[in-house]
């Protein structure tokens, strides 16, 4: 684990997002070494859900030092998870680089302090969790490595969800509206019962999955109405309102006299409207692999259903503890071995939707008659599925960050950019050894109603899921249907991606 001791100044550290598990900061210091950078800390509920003051924030954590479970928790192999192991399921060059680094507890409790203020309300009920010590170091995907002089930099963050519709044998029957309808849709009846969101979303992950160019304009002008925390907006890093106008008009430089793109600039008479953010990332998407291998890997690896999966923990668990051992790292890493052998990775892009599912189905070795007998199944082939089931879970949380810049002139190329950094590590020995991590970012090019844009994409937040977290899986799924069944039911339901 990595000490630097350079980035133990909160002054150099700006708020910039959070999720449900990390809050991410952007460093704003002076070493040109971490200026395109940002550090992702995790979080923890605290024990009141009251607002809070700053001056007792520090007080509100679960102190985790002594708890078992917590310690056990290896910290140490999250980055070699997203790497190695979503990496080698997702493809390397999309899945973010992540440096372990150790954060003294006084410049946690600090941090934590610093960015309450810019925090937002309904994310109040977590905090840093100051127990842990560690953090991580990550490339800023809001930002290009080598900034543009006069075009800004656009990334927008696309939390995706749940790209498939299952269509598993092993689904029950008073289940198989999941069958016609994605999940997402129907969690948004459950959401709006139980106040979470006040309106429903108008997105839906299956249209922008589909590839089909006009279903997946849709879903992102759905996102853009209706984004609750499935969309972001960054402005050269930093996070913007969302509105039609400003996708419309963000990627304009400041030389543009006016927010428009006409035949003058570009000698297109198509394109006298402004170019949209929206019509650029259209594209992107329908060209690039990354959400046809994101949605087909989650159906995949979710082939049994959460009812089967769960079917195997309750089987498995210990009868005292009532718990199964986590995963390690070289069993997860094993599990998507073995998954690869299983599905062949090409041939999984080249089928159509229908032929895929097919193919996927046969692979298996389980029948859902075979889960009758579970007695009858290998305990090794249970655990299998289960890990697979977590692999997915992760999948399916994940982000995809696009981001986004008019090319400066027609000689720039969009090679990728590497940003060496050395950090220097000291060991527990009193030995100090420098060690050089290298950030890169692979960059595209794309011309979009006859303009050049420069683009990169990446996946991020691929933390690995819990294996003590499957009941709460189950209960969810669960919840999320009968709220639906008893909200809309299920006849003249208008299936999900049904044109």
Same mark, same amino acid.
């Given at each position: ?23 991410? *900061? ?26 809070? &003051? ?45 440096? *372990? ?22 994310? *109040? ?29 656009? %990334? ?9 519709? &299952? ?29 979470? =969101? ?22 992102? =002008? ?29 990627? +304009? ?10 035949? %003058? ?23 690039? $692999? ?56 090409? =041939? ?13 189905? %046969?692979?298996?070795? +389980? ?46 190329? $969009? ?35 006859? +303009? ?33 069944? %008893?909200? #809309?039911?299920?006849?003249? #339901? ?6």
């Amino acid at each position: 684990m990595t000490t630097i001791d350079q980035l133990y100044r909160v002054e150099h550290w700006k708020y910039m997002a959070e999720g449900n598990a990390n809050v991410v *900061l952007q460093y704003i210091g002076p070493d040109l070494r971490f200026r395109t950078t940002v550090l992702r800390v995790r979080k923890i509920a605290r024990l009141s859900r009251r607002k809070t &003051s700053a001056s007792f924030i520090t007080s509100q954590f679960k102190d985790l030092a002594d708890d078992p479970m917590a310690q056990k928790e290896n910290l140490f192999t999250e980055p070699l998870f997203s790497s190695k192991i979503i990496g080698q399921l997702l493809g390397h060059e999309y899945v973010e680089q992540l440096v *372990l680094i150790s954060l003294p507890t006084e410049f946690l409790k600090a941090l934590s302090e610093a960015i309450e203020p810019w925090r937002p309300s309904y994310r *109040l009920h977590k905090g840093i969790d100051c127990s842990r010590s560690v953090g991580f170091l990550a490339l800023d995907h809001t930002r290009f490595l080598k900034p543009s002089s006069s075009q800004p930099s656009i %990334a927008l963050e696309i939390k995706p969800k749940w790209g498939f519709i &299952s269509q598993s044998a092993f689904i029950p029957r008073n289940r198989d509206i999941k069958k016609r309808k994605c999940r997402f849709c129907m969690h948004q009846y459950y959401k709006l019962v139980s106040e979470q =969101e006040a309106n429903l979303s108008e997105y839906c992950p299956i249209n922008l999955f589909s590839y089909e160019e006009a279903l997946v304009q849709d879903a992102l =002008e759905a996102l853009v109405k209706t984004p609750q925390n499935n969309l972001r907006l960054f402005l050269d890093g930093v996070q913007q309102s969302i509105s039609k106008e400003t996708m419309m008009h963000c990627l +304009i430089g400041p030389d543009a006299e006016k927010l428009q793109l006409t035949e %003058a600039i570009t000698g297109d008479e198509e394109a006298t409207l402004p170019v949209s953010l929206t019509d650029i990332v259209t594209q992107i998407l329908i060209q690039s $692999p990354l959400l046809r291998k994101l949605g087909r890997l989650q159906l995949a690896l979710d082939s049994l259903d959460v009812e089967t999966v769960h079917r195997f923990y309750t089987q498995m668990v210990d009868p005292v503890t009532n718990t199964l051992p986590e995963p390690t790292f070289e069993e997860f890493l094993n599990t998507a071995e073995a998954f690869m052998y299983r599905v062949d990775m090409g =041939e999984m892009m080249s089928h159509d939707q229908e032929t895929f599912e097919a193919i996927n189905a %046969a692979s298996l070795g +389980i029948e859902p008659d075979d889960v009758e007998d579970l007695e009858a199944i290998p305990a090794d082939l249970m655990l299998h599925f289960i890990r697979e089931f977590l692999l997915s879970a992760t999948l399916k949380d994940c982000s995809i960050l696009i981001t986004v810049r008019r090319m400066e002139n027609a000689e720039e190329t $969009p090679e990728s950019k590497i940003n060496p950094v050395t950090l220097r590590e000291t060991y527990r020995s009193g030995g100090v050894t420098d060690n050089k991590i290298q950030f890169q970012e692979h960059c595209r090019q794309i011309k979009v109603m006859g +303009i050049d844009f420069i683009y990169k994409i990446a996946c991020i937040d691929l933390d690995p899921k819990k294996m003590a977290a499957v009941p709460k899986y189950l209960n969810k799924d669960r919840e999320i249907v009968d709220y639906y069944l %008893a909200a #809309v039911g299920d006849r003249n #339901v208008k299936n999900c991606g049904s044109k």
